[in-house]
């Protein structure tokens, strides 16, 4: 006996209102544009821009912002999170002529804190992640760096001599027994 076989249609849709009707084309042809509306829809987010921007009077000081050196003043970095920042500031320069160099040399070390806006705060964070626009958060931190004092050469053998008689001291005493 000869039983004739259906041949399997792959451009069928299967659907709950059955196989290949318009009915499942339709309802398949909604899902895939709410996909893809999904889809634009998620591109279409904002973005939330974080800069800090160090200067430092004199300018050119190399800045070490939570011990990683991120060049040289002025100079903008990105940032992810708000809270306190250890910043570091160090600048050698030449102050005398190419014949007779006058190196001096300036620092500044401070703990700043990049507050966070409220479109930033708990909760609401979400919301301006997923708005269709852009939040710019742009700081501005200035440094005055002082001069380092130069300390002569006899001053520091100094003390190191008398840290040394000390430390000679201190090996000396015994510690007393526990009763």
């Not at 299967?14 to 709410?34: E, F, P, Q, S, W």
């Not at 100079?75 to 160099?101: C, I, M, S």
């Not at 440094?143 to 000390?166: G, H, M, S, Y």
Request: glycine share 8%.
């Amino acid at each position: 006996m000869y039983v004739r076989r259906r041949r399997k249609s792959y451009a069928r849709f299967y659907m709950g209102d059955g196989v290949g009707t318009i009915r499942g084309m339709k309802r398949a042809m909604n899902i895939l544009a709410l996909g893809v509306l999904a889809a634009a829809m998620w591109g279409m987010g904002g973005c939330n821009e974080r800069k800090i921007t160090i200067v430092s009077d004199p300018p050119g000081a190399i800045v070490h912002l939570n011990d990683v050196e991120v060049g040289r003043t002025p100079v903008t970095v990105p940032f992810t999170w708000y809270g306190n920042y250890d910043v570091r500031l160090r600048l050698e320069r030449n102050e005398g002529t190419a014949d007779k160099p006058v190196v001096k040399r300036y620092f500044a070390h401070e703990t700043r804190v990049a507050e966070a806006p409220a479109h930033e705060w708990v909760g609401l964070d979400l919301f301006s992640e997923l708005l269709p626009m852009e939040f710019k958060d742009e700081k501005v931190w200035a440094f005055v760096l002082k001069p380092v004092e130069e300390v002569p050469t006899e001053v520091l053998i100094q003390r190191a001599k008398e840290l040394k008689d000390r430390a000679g001291e201190a090996s000396d005493a015994k510690p007393k027994p526990r009763d």
